[in-house]
């Protein structure tokens, strides 16, 4: 049975968002969220240098498996998506699928999609990538970074974001919330995983209880957006 739904994030330079959300729109998704991120550059001379942090637009759409084959189709063919600075589209499977509206379910199974069971098409193949993602109190994103990439991570792609806790909730708990916070995703090698998972959970800065959380999810399928100019 296919799995409910997929998602794609599209990573590209910044004010490349919108034309992701064009093209996909243009393939078959309903919409598209765009984020703003900077990305962290493996490159040890732009570190020195101070350039290796640069803007980023984040694009997450959701679709039905049928759907969303389409869509990366699309940008897979839009070469004008990122001439300068190459992107990447991950694919993730997404377990449950739902949608405000009375229709839900007659669309869904209208697209071959179960809402039993839910298992995604290419159950037991094992994944070549995985996304780890980490979301630290504000300022520790880069030192983690710094660890993963230290373990073998070529880079990373990092949000600010704010905790939904209350004081009610750090007192309850025993720990403080700290309301200002970051999430890391960094795309890397299946075998690698455990290995840069460990380099995390060591980062000093995780240390204290409640300082974050980390995760990782298998990659259905990843490709880079655009192409480099010719130089």
Do not use: W
Request: aromatic content about 4%; hydrophobic content about 45%.
């Amino acid at each position: 049975m296919l799995t409910a739904a997929r998602l794609l994030i599209s990573v590209v330079r910044r004010g490349r968002g919108d034309r992701v959300v064009a093209i996909a729109k243009a393939a078959g998704a309903r919409g598209s969220t765009v984020l703003l991120g900077r990305g962290t550059a493996a490159n040890r001379i732009l570190r020195l240098l101070c350039l290796a942090d640069t803007e980023k637009e984040v694009v997450f759409t959701l679709a039905a498996n049928p759907d969303m084959t389409a869509i990366a189709e699309a940008l897979r063919a839009a070469p004008d998506l990122c001439k300068k600075m190459p992107g990447i589209g991950i694919i993730l499977d997404v377990t449950a699928f739902l949608r405000s509206g009375p229709n839900l379910a007659s669309e869904m199974l209208g697209k071959g999609v179960s809402m039993d069971g839910m298992q995604p098409e290419i159950a037991g193949k094992k994944p070549g990538h995985e996304l780890i993602c980490v979301i630290a109190n504000y300022g520790f994103a880069d030192d983690i970074m710094a660890a993963a990439r230290d373990a073998g991570a070529t880079g990373g792609t990092i949000f600010r974001a704010r905790g939904t806790g209350t004081e009610a909730d750090g007192s309850f708990f025993g720990i403080t919330i700290v309301p200002e916070k970051e999430m890391l995703m960094i795309l890397v090698r299946a075998q690698d995983r455990d290995r840069i998972l460990s380099a995390v959970r060591a980062s000093p800065c995780l240390s204290e209880p409640g300082s974050g959380i980390v995760f990782a999810m298998p990659v259905t399928d990843f490709f880079p957006l655009g192409k480099k100019d010719n130089v």
